[in-house]
C-alpha cells in the first residue's frame, strides 16, 4: 500500500486500488460476500462469462477481490449509454471499461488480457425475473470473440444477485417495447437489500478450434444454467435471501 502512495504512481493506478477496497468493503459489511473458485480464472487470456444482475455489484465486487489478490485489472465491457453520461468517461477509463467491438475483444485476449463481459447486457439486467432465465436474444458477440482470440471461456453466477435489487412487476411489457425501440433502460429499480451474495466461477471452457461461436455460445449458457440451478433457490425470494445472509 505504501507503495501507492509513492508521487510517481500514475493516478489511475492508485484511483483503481481504492475503488477495489471500496467494493471489497462494502461487500463484506453489507451482503457478507464471497468468491468461489476464484483460482478457476486461469493466469493467462480469459473470457469471463456472467449473469447480469440488475445492478451487477457482483461484478463490481469479484474484479476487485481479484485486482487485490491476484493483482490484475479485468477489462469491462459496459453498455454504450454509460460512455455518454457525463462525468462517467474518465471513470470508466480508470476501471478499464470499454464498449468493446468483437474485433476489439479479440485484441484484447490475444494479447493476454482478461475480459468480462455478459451476454445479456441491459436487456437480461431489466427483463429477467427471479427464475434467472437467460436473456441473450442469440447474441453471439462474445463467442466470437472469444474464438477469435482462442481463448478459454470462465462462466460465472452469483446468488441471489436478483434479490439484492429487482425491476418492478408493472407494466414490465410496455417497458419492454420501449426498450427495444429505444435502448433506454426505463424500467424501474427498487432495492439495496442486505442479501447473502456468493459469486461462483465455473471451470474454464477450453477454447476448441472446431467449435462454432453458435456452439460456444449454447455451451456457455449451458454453463451458466448448471450454476443457476446448482446454487440458486428458485424462484428467488428476497425474505430468504436476507436470511441466508444472517444465519
Not at 143 to 152: I, M, R, S, Y
Not at 207 to 235: F, N, W
Amino acid at each position: 500500500m505504501n507503495d501507492l502512495l509513492a508521487p510517481n504512481v500514475d493516478f489511475r493506478i492508485k484511483a483503481r486500488a481504492a475503488i477495489a477496497l471500496l467494493w471489497e468493503c462494502h461487500g463484506w459489511i453489507w451482503h457478507g460476500y464471497e468468491v468461489v473458485g476464484l483460482d478457476n480464472i486461469p493466469p493467462g487470456p480469459a473470457l469471463i462469462v456472467y449473469y447480469h444482475g440488475v445492478i451487477p455489484i457482483d461484478y463490481y465486487y469479484l474484479s476487485s477481490r481479484y485486482l487485490i489478490h491476484k493483482k490484475r485489472l479485468m477489462w469491462t465491457i459496459a453498455a454504450d449509454f454509460l460512455f455518454k453520461v457525463p462525468g462517467l468517461k474518465l471513470l470508466m477509463e480508470v476501471v478499464q471499461a470499454t464498449p468493446g467491438t468483437v474485433e476489439q475483444i479479440a485484441d484484447l485476449l490475444r494479447s493476454g488480457e482478461i475480459v468480462s463481459v455478459a451476454p445479456g447486457g441491459i436487456r437480461e439486467a431489466q427483463f429477467s425475473n427471479e427464475y434467472y432465465e437467460l436473456v441473450w436474444n442469440g447474441h453471439l458477440g462474445f463467442a466470437k470473440a472469444a474464438c477469435l482470440g482462442k481463448a478459454p471461456i470462465v462462466p460465472v453466477f452469483t446468488q441471489n444477485i436478483r434479490e439484492a435489487f429487482r425491476t418492478s412487476p408493472f407494466f414490465r411489457g410496455l417497458f419492454r417495447s420501449i426498450y427495444e425501440k429505444t435502448k433506454l433502460p426505463l424500467l424501474p429499480i427498487y432495492g439495496g437489500f442486505p442479501v447473502k451474495l456468493v459469486t461462483y466461477v465455473g471451470k474454464p471452457i477450453p477454447y476448441d478450434e472446431s467449435a462454432t461461436p453458435e456452439e460456444v455460445a449454447k455451451q456457455t449458457a449451458d454453463a451458466i444454467k448448471e450454476l443457476i440451478l446448482k446454487h440458486q433457490r428458485l424462484p428467488g425470494t428476497i425474505f430468504d435471501a436476507i436470511l441466508e445472509r444472517f444465519r
